[in-house]
Structure formats: C-alpha cells, structure tokens
C-alpha cells in the first residue's frame, strides 16, 4: 500500500509546520531536505523523533541535492562524512534516505553541454558504484534504506541511463521522479521498456516539457500511469509540489486519480 507525504517548504522556517500541514492534509510522512538549514539544526537538536510521534507522522530525508558521489575521494569522502552525521541523527525515525543521480561537470561548446563523466565513464562507473556501497552501508547500519532518483537538466548526459542498467545490476534501488523525467523527454520511461527497475519511492509533480514541479493538474503529465506504476512498486509518493498552495490543491487530485 503506498504512503503518500509532502517535502518539507522553503515558505516555512522549522520542521513543525510542515508535519502541522502534512497531518491536515491526512498524509504519512514528511521529506526532510539537508539542503535546509531548519532540517540539519532541529535534527542536530533531537527534536524531530517527538515531533514526528505528536503528528503520527514517518519521515524520509533527501541528502544534499549537489552531492556528487561520481566525484573524486577527497570530495566524497567529505559528504560521507555528512552523511554518517545525519543518518546516525537519524537512527530510529528516518525511513529513507534519497540521493541524486546528478550529470557532474560541464565543459560548454559552441552553447552544447558536453559531460567530462561521459567522457571518461568507465573510470567514473567505478566510482559511482564504490561510492553510492559506501554511502548505502553507512545508512543500513542506522537501519535507513537508500534510493537513488534521476535529475532534469541534463539533456545530451545519456549516460545517467546507462548508471541506472549499471546500479541496478549492483542491487541498489531508485527514486523515479516523474516531472524530471518529463523534462528530459521521458529518458528513464523509454529505459523501462528494456530494462526493469525497482522503484521505492516517487516524486509526483505534474510538467508540460518546459516547467516541473507544478500542482497536480496543471501540466500534461498521465499522472493515472504513474500512479499505477507507484501502486505496483508498493512506494512512497512525495507529492513534491513546492508550497502549501499547490499541495493543498494536489493532494485531492491524486486521490481522485
């Protein structure tokens, strides 16, 4: 059975008025962001577990959004150890913690995005693979399971499909954002149809090619499809439309779907 939840909002300035609007819309849980400092202090004060049990709430934690665990060791080294920090915090409520699948750097040409990764992929493949183990061992210690989710915003970077064939083959798990996939001329849909992925957890917004992150309804997304494909991946479904506007709309919507 799916869980439905929100992310935590850039509007608001602590933890409690995210799990507030999260238990008024009748959801289960609530996506913490690293990249918010109200996230990191309140964790790092061991306030959230109480809050959590106040508002019968679950949590899930998105790590830092650049994290690039493709990068070198001395770069990595330093987000693991960020990454211990706030998954020990995290021991006993976090269910989940999700990582981006980022492109890395960008050498422009003639206005072309060309990707030193792809570039020199089979050595970068090896650290992505050394590192995202790294990363998944420090979260199952603290009992947190890992998903790795696919980005917008790198259209020519054909090599992050060909991370997923790689990572899934090394047994890890994935995060299937919709909107981004939309955004990128469905690349991880189009993978689907010769390759099957697990997916834990979705990001639901709706898109129309040019913009994500837009409440239910109002791009042109087959939000019924992927719905569907949710319910068949028994996942968690972030409702990741970015202010309380927007989710109070998009909650009904996708429960009427």
Same mark, same amino acid.
């Given at each position: 059975?799916?869980?439905?939840?929100?992310?935590?909002?850039?509007?608001?300035?602590?933890?409690?008025?995210?799990?507030?609007?999260?238990?008024?819309?009748?959801?289960?849980?609530?996506?913490?962001?690293?990249?918010?400092?109200?996230?990191?202090?309140?964790?790092?004060?061991?306030?959230?577990?109480e809050l959590l049990e106040k508002y019968n709430l679950e949590a899930t934690l998105h790590f830092y959004d650049e994290a690039d665990m493709g990068s070198y060791d001395e770069v990595v080294d330093a987000y693991l150890v960020l990454l211990n920090k706030y998954a020990s915090l995290?021991?006993?409520?976090?269910?989940?913690?999700?990582?981006?699948?980022?492109?890395?750097?960008?050498?422009?040409?003639?206005?072309?995005?060309?990707?030193?990764?792809?570039?020199?992929?089979?050595?970068?493949?090896?650290?992505?693979?050394?590192?995202?183990?790294?990363?998944?061992?420090?979260?199952?210690?603290?009992?947190?399971?890992?998903?790795?989710?696919?980005?917008?915003?790198?259209?020519?970077?054909?090599?992050?499909?060909?991370?997923?064939?790689?990572?899934?083959?090394?047994?890890? !798990? %994935?995060?299937?954002?919709?909107? @981004? =996939?939309?955004?990128?001329?469905?690349?991880? #849909?189009? +993978?689907? $149809?010769? &390759?099957?992925? !697990? %997916?834990?957890?979705?990001?639901? @917004? =709706?898109?129309?090619?040019?913009?994500?992150? #837009?409440? +239910?309804? $109002?791009? &042109?997304?087959?939000?019924?499809?992927?719905?569907?494909?949710?319910?068949?991946?028994?996942?968690?479904?972030? #409702?990741?439309?970015?202010?309380?506007?927007?989710?109070?709309?998009?909650?009904?919507?996708?429960?009427?779907?």
């Open positions: 059975m799916i869980k439905l939840g929100l992310p935590i909002l850039y509007e608001y300035d602590n933890l409690e008025d995210n799990f507030k609007l999260a238990k008024k819309l009748g959801l289960d849980f609530v996506e913490m962001n690293l990249n918010f400092g109200y996230c990191r202090k309140e964790m790092e004060e061991g306030k959230v577990k995290g021991h006993g409520y976090i269910k989940m913690m999700n990582f981006h699948n980022i492109p890395g750097p960008v050498v422009t040409i003639s206005g072309v995005k060309n990707y030193i990764y792809a570039k020199e992929y089979d050595e970068y493949l090896k650290r992505i693979i050394k590192n995202f183990k790294k990363a998944e061992a420090i979260v199952n210690k603290f009992d947190i399971k890992m998903v790795i989710e696919n980005v917008d915003g790198a259209k020519n970077a054909d090599f992050l499909m060909e991370n997923f064939i790689h990572l899934k083959d090394e047994g890890f !798990k %994935f995060t299937y954002d919709i909107g @981004h =996939d939309n955004m990128q001329n469905d690349s991880v #849909l189009k +993978l689907l $149809e010769k &390759t099957e992925l !697990k %997916f834990d957890e979705f990001h639901f @917004h =709706d898109g129309n090619r040019k913009a994500c992150h #837009l409440a +239910l309804g $109002e791009g &042109t997304i087959n939000l019924k499809y992927f719905k569907d494909l949710a319910i068949k991946n028994d996942a968690y479904v972030l #409702l990741e439309v970015k202010s309380s506007e927007d989710l109070i709309k998009s909650v009904p919507f996708f429960k009427a779907l």
